[in-house]
């Protein structure tokens, strides 16, 4: 994949530590939509959640402050943020003396909004509750100790099979790995899928998952891959596939992404 002109993702950069919104860089989502064959109306609704661990800014005083960063981008905003120039703006408060966590917050929502086209909903977790913070693993099943493998070089989709029996189950697995379309770095993530409808093989399922295992995408766009391949292949009346990978720079993407339910809360894995 060719770096996009502005992008900082896989080339040298400066940290700046003093407040500039534009180094954000958005990426329009309809490039990669339109290469999974995507229209309008989306067949899915959802959100990307997005924690960032390493936030931290000046108080009046210019006494360190810091908190935990918790994002939510609609599905359907026109854009999403390159994660690196995320991290890159978010390092940009650290010498900046704001008054309180709040006009932190306030800043934060108003420019990922400008950069992604729609409102985005910002948390910040201050340190006082980062014990309270839940972790768990993902619902559902695990199909990981099936016996399966796969030599597949990009996901495949002919790997997936059902059968016309009617199944209402949720299943996951912690085995999904693929690449950064720039850098070539590996991305891991626990992947749940819920769906009911024609009775999924299980064995199939794994297979196919583990064959993003070299696949170069954003992590967006692998989680409506997944849901577009097992809905053309499957048929489920319902369906959700929800992903959350584990950190890079100091920050999580976790989409979700449904054509029945809400987004859960926003609990990390263990292994985030």
């Known amino acids: 994949m060719t770096i996009p002109e502005g992008s900082p993702l896989g080339r040298a950069t ?3 530590d003093r407040y500039d919104a534009a180094l954000l860089y958005p990426i329009e989502r309809a490039v990669e939509r339109e290469l999974l064959g995507v229209r309008t ?23 360190p402050q810091i908190a935990i960063g ?15 120039s995320l991290k890159l703006y978010l390092g940009s408060f650290a010498q900046e003396s704001i008054a309180n966590a ?19 909903d910002v948390e910040l977790v201050p340190p006082s509750r980062f014990a309270t913070l839940p972790a768990a693993e993902l619902s559902g099943e695990s199909v990981d100790a099936l016996d399966v493998s796969s030599a597949a070089h990009a996901p495949d989709a002919a790997a997936l099979r059902a059968d016309p029996i009617i199944a209402e189950e949720s ?9 950064c379309p720039v850098t070539g ?8 899928i819920r769906y009911r409808g024609p009775r999924i093989d299980r064995a199939s399922l794994l297979r196919y998952v583990v064959s993003f295992r070299t696949h170069a995408a954003f992590h967006e766009s692998c ?50």
């Open 14 to 16: 400066d940290y700046p």
């Open 41 to 63: 109306p989306l067949p899915f609704s959802g959100v990307d959640l997005w924690t960032a661990y390493e936030l931290s800014w000046l108080d009046q005083s210019r006494r």
């Open 70 to 84: 918790r994002f939510r981008v609609p599905a359907d905003s026109p854009s999403i943020v390159e994660s690196k």
């Open 102 to 120: 709040g006009e932190v917050g306030h800043r934060i929502a108003d420019d990922l909004r400008r950069a992604c086209g729609a409102p985005v």
């Open 171 to 179: 299943l996951r697995s912690a085995l999904f790995r693929s690449r």
């Open 185 to 192: 770095q590996p991305d891991f993530a626990d992947v749940l």
């Open 223 to 272: 989680v409506e891959r997944i849901f577009l391949d097992i809905n053309r292949r499957c048929a489920p009346e319902q369906l959700t596939v929800y992903a959350r990978f584990t950190r890079r720079g100091g920050i999580d993407i976790n989409p979700f992404r449904s054509n029945f339910e809400a987004a859960p809360p926003d609990v990390r894995t263990p292994r985030q």
